[in-house]
């Protein structure tokens, strides 16, 4: 686990970030070089540590096809290195201006949504866990997630576990427009702005609640303190768009969100299926995002919204979606071995992966199924090896061969 920790200061108007940035890190000892990630236009002040190094600013734009984050800095530390842990301190300025029209992210003079698809902080390929612990100065804005006023001008955001990234959200248009309830003994708040549609905000508060008891009654009990649920007004994307961080839930829903066809949904389902996925990334999020063991996020993630509009709506419309996956999976490759390099990545995690489990469920029962994924969340899988390893006989030759088809 990596920490950063250190100072933002931002401004909208011109969407600039300046930022002075601590970051704790593992780094082998036969490792010299680190490489980082940083927005496009980016202007490096100071980069120091107590051991001497040099570092170059260059340019990368194919190194991840979700990020939009292309100047690459890379660090050349001495070799004889004796300590692991490594305290590596930049300061930088950069400036939000190259965000992809129907992108992950977004900023302009109203509303700030910026994390690991277009970075703040400087981003490692490998997206190590990390912990953040930040002060952002002089700040009139509201924002999203875990944070306290440290006085009357600053603010301190804290992630409450590592994970990937953290976003920082933030507006002046949060003001009066967050819906607090709570759910066994945890808060919730939901924040929207003006450009999100009334309905659209009733609608989903009404349901988290639902969705959470559903799945701690099918998968076990989850533990947070707090949830953060931004309700973003951009579009949805091709890829998708929501997303989940320890804490936080971030859902588009900008007014033609819903014309999706990934989702095959009716409109009046899609944003309860769209919110349900989010929240099936309470249980299931423990393995790594950056290789192929991701289908375990994202497909058991999928595959409890599924069930969820099972719960709402009966076997037959979970059967009709599980039909239309089993189509969009014909001629798709391998789950095993897929990332996000991988064109097809998408459909491949999000509609062959659901449509596998729906297979194993059929296979095994119900109430074996069940029993499987209750164990699985209980131990936080983090590996296929280790789905493998509760299953017998023949079901471990029949998901093995469904994976590598």
Not at 178 to 203: A, C, G, P, R
Not at 286 to 304: C, I, M, Q
């Amino acid at each position: 686990m990596e920490k950063y920790k250190g100072t933002i200061q931002v401004c909208m108007e011109t969407r600039k970030l300046d930022v002075n940035l601590s970051m704790e890190l593992n780094v082998q000892k036969d490792s010299h070089n680190l490489t980082f990630y940083l927005p496009t236009e980016t202007k490096i002040h100071n980069v120091f540590s107590e051991l001497p190094l040099e570092y170059t600013l260059t340019e990368d734009k194919d190194w991840c096809p979700l990020v939009s984050g292309d100047k690459k800095l890379c660090v050349t530390l001495p070799k004889g290195r004796v300590d692991e842990k490594l305290v590596l301190n930049v300061d930088y300025t950069s400036w939000i201006t190259n965000i992809p029209e129907g992108g992950m992210n977004q900023f302009d003079k109203d509303i700030m949504e910026i994390g690991v698809y277009v970075p703040w902080f400087p981003l490692q390929a490998h997206f190590p866990e990390t912990v953040f612990d930040m002060t952002i100065k002089n700040t009139d804005l509201t924002y999203v997630g875990s944070y306290k006023i440290k006085n009357t001008q600053d603010v301190q955001l804290k992630s409450p576990n590592a994970s990937v990234g953290y976003p920082l959200i933030a507006s002046k248009d949060f003001n009066n427009k967050i819906h607090k309830l709570k759910v066994f003994n945890s808060e919730i708040s939901v924040y929207y702005t003006h450009k999100v549609q009334s309905h659209i905000v009733d609608e989903l508060v009404s349901s988290i609640g639902k969705i959470i008891k559903l799945y701690s009654n099918l998968f076990g009990e989850t533990s947070f303190e707090s949830l953060h649920i931004y309700l973003s007004p951009r579009q949805n994307t091709d890829a998708g768009g929501g997303y989940c961080r320890p804490g936080l839930i971030v859902l588009p829903c900008g007014e033609n969100t819903s014309t999706s066809i990934k989702y095959s949904v009716n409109e009046d389902l899609y944003m309860y299926k769209y919110l349900a996925h989010e929240l099936g990334h309470l249980w299931w999020s423990s393995a790594n995002v950056d290789s192929w063991e991701n289908w375990l996020n994202e497909s058991f993630a999928e595959f409890s919204c599924l069930l969820a509009i099972r719960d709402l709506k009966g076997d037959a419309e979970f059967d009709r979606i599980i039909s239309e996956y089993k189509n969009e999976s014909v001629g798709l490759g391998p789950i095993k071995g897929c990332d996000t390099h991988n064109e097809d990545y998408f459909s491949i995690w999000y509609m062959k992966g659901p449509y596998i489990l729906s297979q194993l469920e059929a296979y095994m029962g119900q109430t074996q199924f069940l029993d499987l994924l209750q164990n699985l969340s209980r131990m936080k899988v983090k590996t296929t090896k280790g789905v493998l390893e509760l299953l017998k006989g023949d079901l471990v030759k029949f998901l093995n061969d469904m994976l590598e088809s």
